[in-house]
């Protein structure tokens, strides 16, 4: 699943498609199928009023907000949002043809595209369809992003993650769940928080509440240097993950425990599944 830094290499990337016009929206068959049969496949509102809401819209800008990535739509009567999450394996391509998309998969299973007043198409391609795209009317109205932690660069979010882990809602709860809670602090999955809780030689099975401060404004700044990291090193290419160019980035190479047999200092790596995913760590570095 993307994580903060591979949305914001999409983001940086799909910067191609500012100041054109969406002239034409196509939703694939299984979308369309979807909705008929009541589920809500990735496009979460009706598919004509997505449609009316994006078409003949100009993109005025991109933004990201955690995991989400958004689109600032404008035509001379308003502004409206397009915002999408990936899921676990969404990928957006801005080119000429779906033929341009290298990887099979993802030619295969384009499920909306934007057809630009440039002549190019921006395709929104998703495997295993859980990921989403809605339009709102500003982000103020989507609570997933109302609820959001600060931006982990923005001023206030350091102080914001050490109250919001020590929060009585999560001091029972293992660090590497409340990780993951966009609540605590935006954009950490799976991958970062093995990683950061590593980078901090905390153990992922340890209680939030039981963590002194400053071993909390360490872990902090481990997630900080992880996800600049990830960013210098184009993101991390797991399985389903690709950019929106459908080139690949190179953190997996930089990974000290995910996925690892062993941790840099050649201790064996213990795996184990925590909030619901297989989380990896090292007993002799991690405490
Ligand atoms: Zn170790």
């Not at 963590?211 to 389903?240: M, N, P, Y």
Request: proline letters at 2%.
């Amino acid at each position: 699943m993307p994580e903060l830094p591979e949305v914001e290499l999409v983001k940086r990337e799909l910067k191609t498609v500012e100041n054109l016009t969406i002239e034409a929206v196509k939703v694939s068959d299984k979308v369309i199928e979807g909705h008929n049969a009541g589920k809500l496949t990735i496009v979460k509102e009706p598919v004509d009023i997505f449609i009316e809401n994006t078409k003949n819209m100009d993109i005025l800008s991109l933004g990201r907000r955690g995991k989400y990535l958004y689109f600032i739509l404008q035509n001379d009567r308003h502004v409206q949002y397009l915002i999408g999450h990936l899921g676990m394996s969404g990928a957006f391509f801005h080119l000429n043809s779906l033929d341009e998309i290298v990887e099979y998969n993802f030619k295969v299973h384009w499920h909306v595209i934007f057809y630009l007043s440039d002549g190019s198409m921006l395709v929104y391609a998703d495997i295993r369809r859980f990921g989403e795209l809605r339009t709102i009317d500003k982000l103020g109205d989507f609570l997933p992003v109302v609820r959001m932690a600060p931006e982990y660069d923005s001023i206030e979010a350091k102080e914001y993650f050490l109250r919001a882990v020590k929060h009585s809602g999560n001091i029972s709860k293992t660090i590497k769940a409340v990780l993951m809670d966009s609540t605590v602090v935006t954009g950490v999955g799976n991958i970062y928080a093995a990683e950061s809780l590593y980078a901090a030689k905390i153990l992922p099975t340890r209680k939030a509440g039981n963590i002194s401060l400053k071993r909390l404004e360490t872990l902090f700044q481990a997630i900080i240097d992880v996800f600049e990291l990830s960013l210098a090193q184009g993101g991390s290419t797991i399985s389903d993950y690709r950019s929106s160019t459908g080139g690949s980035g190179e953190m997996q190479n930089k990974f000290q425990v995910y996925q690892r047999k062993t941790c840099p200092e050649g201790h064996d790596i213990t795996t184990k599944v925590i909030a619901g995913r297989n989380t990896f760590y090292c007993t002799k570095c991690q405490r």
